[in-house]
């Protein structure tokens, strides 16, 4: 297996050279014609190398998306981090950086609360699908064939009353994040954590990730917490500017709820 892996992945640097036809791969592998073409069609289905038709075989469109997607993923955490700290030090909630990655979303950064209670989430753990404010906003950018898809393949656990009950919820849910351009997910996972988020976006205007702010309702009801959305917003849009390219833009400072600072106790979290 590990060999076979390995001639696959010595296609690649071969086709980045420019486009090359069955003798040519095979030569270079030191492989006959039948074990290249076998190595071809599994890249090829996979897009990673596409056939030409005149036989010849290229890089994939895929192969470039996976790497474009994989420098965003990097780059936007070393752009949001601050962001993310100084919302966090305004507002004193857990703050959260989710991406989507093939058929997950993932937490890719995380500031804890500065509340003795705290959230159990970790940097790398997929996230509910069907109710998390992040997973909502991700996957309302998808074009609706894709939407309707992945809507119709999830499964829909009941945690509370108020999770998305079935695929016809879940993407009416999902076209008024899109048009509202926010998500939240008040109780929807655990009757007690409220979260509002709102989405990052690239320099296509595609959203390519999502950050939110979290808190249990012992120290924050959720219309308080709805009441930082306008903040998270302009963080949000902070970082989509920043990763764009663009000057951020001088906002006139926002009155924020007072933050309290308790001496935090150690948890699971």
């Known amino acids: 297996m590990s060999q076979t892996v390995d001639r696959a992945l010595s296609i690649l640097p071969l086709l980045a050279e420019g486009p090359a036809d069955l003798g040519q791969v095979a ?3 030191g492989v006959h014609k039948s074990t290249a ?13 596409h056939r030409q038709p005149d036989q010849r075989y290229r890089l994939g469109a895929r192969l470039f998306a996976l790497a474009q997607q994989a420098v965003e993923n990097l780059d936007v955490r070393e752009i949001a981090h601050p962001h993310l700290v100084e919302l966090n030090e305004r507002c004193g909630h857990t703050v959260h ?3 989507h990655e093939e058929n997950e979303v993932l937490y890719l950064d995380k500031v804890e609360s500065r509340y003795p209670v705290r959230m159990y989430s970790r940097v790398g753990k997929p996230v509910a699908l069907t109710v998390a404010a992040v997973a909502k906003l991700l996957l309302a ?3 609706e ?17 108020r999770s998305t009950p079935g695929p016809d919820a879940f993407l009416k849910e999902l076209a008024t994040v899109r048009e509202q351009g926010w998500a939240s997910d008040l109780g929807g996972h655990e009757e007690s954590i409220n979260c509002v988020a709102a989405p990052i976006r690239g320099t296509d205007g595609r959203v390519i990730a999502a950050m939110s702010v979290s ?7 959720a219309d308080e917490l709805l009441r930082l959305l306008p903040l998270v917003r302009r963080t949000a849009d902070a970082i989509s500017r920043e990763y764009s390219g663009n000057p951020p833009i001088k906002n006139p400072p926002i009155k924020n709820p ?3 600072s308790p001496p935090i106790k150690e948890t699971s979290s």
Request: hydrophobic content about 45%; proline content about 12%.
């Open 37 to 49: 073409l076998r190595l071809l069609r599994t890249l090829h289905e996979h897009g990673i190398v």
């Open 258 to 260: 007072p933050v309290k």
């Open 141 to 143: 950018d998808l074009p």
């Open 27 to 29: 030569r270079r592998l």
């Open 215 to 221: 808190a249990p309702n012992v120290v924050v009801s």
């Open 97 to 99: 950086l989710a991406v």
């Open 145 to 161: 064939p894709e939407r309707r898809a992945v809507a119709e393949r999830l499964d829909y656990p009941l945690y509370t009353p």
